[in-house]
């Protein structure tokens, strides 16, 4: 019978429920740490909210005492995963302090914490490849990020994740934990938030292809207006009903996109590992918002988008992180991890989800 015990911070974002459904897959109990809302969040793990093994805690991060109250109280938890943070690029450069309370200063509460209560539990940070920013680690015509590629964070948000990887470092060395981040690169699901540029895509294909089809007349379209996809009647020249078009920022970007169920699996294989270290995970491959629009568009048979898409500048980064491309040589060495779903495999996971 297995004891072990984790607790999850940020259990109702998209890796924290992926990682709740892989760790009550090995028998864990399973302690959701969440902070409270005046609104239901809870529906990506709405599917294991009665399971036996797996329960809920009210904390808020940012509050310290709040912290302390939930490790003292589980105190016999085995590992513990901060997965929680204020994760949206653009909105940390509108709401720079909360993103630094959530984000940084939250790292260090449960650190601190683990510290004070005297606790055996290992340690999971969740660190993030937008530290990296505009830096990269170079050979000839190929350029990578890896544990040896220095931070040059871009964005409030990365600058916060900094100050949480440097944490762990510190109090690894300090205090002797078994304290480990993972630089995640980009990873995407079905479970994504609405706001990312991968799930915004396939969502709204989903949500056109509906309209689409829910036209009871025989039209034609006119995709030449600005903003809008407009309809014309094939009996005459009046319009019928308009969908909004796709709108977005950059997109000659390149990431390194992988899928959060194979992630959730490395953060738990480091936590196994003898040593704590810290570990770049990815796919090793970068592609750019056109081809992922091209995979997502081609999956419904749409080969021509470009009508379809607004480059708006509001969706633009004050500060942009142009090139993402990751090795994850080091935890492949170490503990044997590979990814397991391709970037095509990625694309039309989320495509189908967003069609039903």
């Known amino acids: 019978m297995n004891n072990k015990k984790a607790l999850i911070f940020g259990i109702t974002g998209q890796d924290g429920s992926y990682l709740a459904d892989f760790l009550l897959g090995k028998s864990y109990k399973v302690v959701g740490v969440s902070r409270r809302t005046s609104t239901d969040n809870k529906s990506r793990i709405q599917h294991i909210l009665h399971y036996p093994n797996f329960s809920?805690?009210?904390?808020?991060?940012?509050?310290?005492?709040?912290?302390?109250?939930?490790?003292d109280k589980h105190d016999d938890a085995t590992e513990i995963y901060n997965l929680a943070a204020q994760s949206f690029v653009g909105t940390s450069f509108r709401q720079p302090g909360l993103t630094w309370d959530?984000?940084?200063?939250?790292?260090?509460?449960?650190?601190?914490?683990?510290?004070?209560?005297?606790?055996?539990?290992?340690?999971?940070?969740?660190?993030?490849?937008?530290?990296f920013g505009s830096s990269y680690s170079c050979c000839g015509n190929s350029k990578w990020q890896d544990e040896n590629t220095k931070f040059l964070p871009q964005s409030p948000y990365a600058i916060a994740k900094c100050a949480a990887h440097y944490m762990t470092r510190l109090y690894r060395e300090a205090y002797g934990l078994h304290a480990s981040a993972g630089v995640l690169f980009n990873h995407e699901s079905a479970r994504r938030g609405e706001q990312f540029v991968t799930r915004k895509i396939t969502k709204w294909i989903g949500e056109y292809l509906k309209w689409k089809n829910s036209l009871t007349e025989d039209f034609d379209f006119d995709l030449k207006t600005s903003n809008e996809i407009w309809t014309i009647r094939k009996s005459g020249a009046v319009f019928g009903p308009?969908?909004?078009?796709?709108?977005?920022?950059?997109?000659?970007?390149?990431?390194?996109?992988?899928?959060?169920?194979?992630?959730?699996?490395a953060m738990w294989m480091m936590l196994q590992q003898d040593q704590p270290d810290d570990y770049v995970i990815c796919t090793g491959e970068t592609?750019?918002?056109?081809?992922?629009?091209?995979?997502?568009?081609?999956?419904?048979?749409?080969?021509?988008?470009?009508?379809?898409?607004?480059?708006?500048?509001?969706?633009?980064?004050?500060?942009?992180?142009?090139?993402?491309?990751?090795?994850?040589?080091?935890?492949?060495?170490?503990?044997?991890?590979?990814?397991?779903?391709?970037?095509?495999?990625?694309?039309?996971?989320?495509?189908?989800?967003?069609?039903?």
Not at 56 to 71: K, N, R
Not at 113 to 131: G, P
Request: hydrophobic fraction near 40%; charged fraction near 25%.
């Open 56 to 71: 809920l805690q009210e904390c808020d991060i940012t509050d310290a005492h709040s912290v302390y109250w939930t490790l």
């Open 102 to 131: 959530v984000t940084g200063k939250g790292c260090l509460n449960i650190l601190q914490s683990i510290v004070d209560l005297k606790l055996n539990a290992r340690f999971y940070q969740a660190s993030s490849s937008e530290m």
């Open 242 to 265: 308009k969908f909004p078009k796709l709108r977005l920022g950059n997109l000659d970007a390149y990431r390194d996109w992988g899928h959060a169920a194979d992630f959730v699996e």
């Open 287 to 356: 592609h750019t918002v056109r081809e992922f629009l091209d995979a997502a568009f081609g999956r419904v048979g749409i080969d021509n988008w470009s009508d379809l898409v607004v480059q708006d500048p509001e969706f633009y980064r004050p500060a942009e992180v142009d090139y993402l491309r990751g090795t994850y040589a080091k935890a492949k060495n170490k503990f044997g991890w590979t990814p397991k779903h391709s970037f095509i495999d990625l694309v039309n996971c989320m495509v189908d989800a967003d069609l039903q």
